[in-house]
T-cell receptor
C-alpha cells in the first residue's frame, strides 16, 4: 500500500514550457486534490476531483489544468510555465470530501522551479 | 470570511521543554472540522488530529495534546517534553462542512525548532 505517489520529486522548467505532474493513489479514494505551497504560506487548493470524470476549480486554478480518467490518477498540467508557478506542489486524496470526516493523505510533493 | 491564523511564525525551544502552538480560526458555520498537520524537514505532510465543532473535549496522544475552545475560537497544540524529532512546520486547518464538499483552509504554519 503505497498511499499517494507523486512524480517527479523535482523539476526545473523554462518559461513557456509545459509539463505534467503525476499523482496516483492506491487507497480507492474518490476525492483527490492538488495544492501548492509557497514559502511561508499555507497550502492553497488548485483543483480537486470528487470522482473519475469530475473535476472542479479550487482557490488558485489559473495556469493549470487537470483530468481524472480513473479513480487512481489525477495529473496536473502546466501549459505555459511562468515564474509565479515556482512552488511545491502536493497531491492529496481522501475517502470523503475535505469538509467531511476523513483527513487528507498527502504525497511527498513536487518541487518545481520556473526560470 | 473563513480564516485560520497561526500567529507564531517560528518557535525555538530546547529539548524537553513544553511548547504550545497557537491556532485561532474564524468561521460563520456552526459545523466544521479542525485539523493539525505536521511537515517535517523531509517535506511530506502528516495528519495529526481531527476535531469536529461539536466535540470540545481535549485530547491527549502521548506527548501531544490539543485544547479546543469554541468560546475563543482556538485549537491549540501542546507538545510536552519536546524532542529534536518534533522539529517541523505545523499547520492548523479549518474545514467547513457543506454536503459532501468542503473547503480546507490552512494557516501559514508555525516552524518549530527543537535544539538538543
Amino acid at each position: 500500500n503505497a498511499g499517494v505517489t507523486q512524480t517527479p520529486k523535482f523539476r526545473i522548467l523554462k518559461i513557456g514550457q509545459s509539463m505534467t505532474l503525476q499523482c496516483t493513489q492506491d487507497m480507492n479514494h474518490n476525492y483527490m486534490y492538488w495544492y501548492r505551497q509557497d514559502p511561508g504560506m499555507g497550502l492553497k487548493l488548485i483543483y480537486y476531483s470528487v470522482g473519475a470524470g469530475i473535476t472542479d476549480k479550487g482557490e488558485v486554478p489559473n495556469g493549470y489544468n487537470v483530468s481524472r480518467s480513473t479513480t487512481e490518477d489525477f495529473p496536473l498540467r502546466l501549459e505555459l510555465a511562468a515564474p509565479s508557478q515556482t512552488s511545491v506542489y502536493f497531491c492529496a486524496s481522501s475517502y470523503s470530501g475535505q469538509g467531511g470526516n476523513s483527513p487528507l493523505h498527502f504525497g511527498n510533493g513536487t518541487r518545481l522551479t520556473v526560470t | 470570511a473563513q480564516k485560520v491564523t497561526q500567529a507564531q511564525t517560528e518557535i525555538s525551544v530546547v529539548e524537553k521543554e513544553d511548547v504550545t502552538l497557537d491556532c485561532v480560526y474564524e468561521t460563520r458555520d456552526t459545523t466544521y472540522y479542525l485539523f493539525w498537520y505536521k511537515q517535517p524537514p523531509s517535506g511530506e505532510l502528516v495528519f495529526l488530529i481531527r476535531r469536529n465543532s461539536f466535540d470540545e473535549q481535549n485530547e491527549i496522544s502521548g506527548r501531544y495534546s490539543w485544547n479546543f475552545q469554541k468560546s475563543t475560537s482556538s485549537f491549540n497544540f501542546t507538545i510536552t517534553a519536546s524532542q529534536v524529532v518534533d522539529s517541523a512546520v505545523y499547520f492548523c486547518a479549518l474545514s467547513e462542512i457543506r454536503g459532501s464538499q468542503g473547503n480546507l483552509i490552512f494557516g501559514k504554519g508555525t516552524k518549530l525548532s527543537v535544539k538538543p
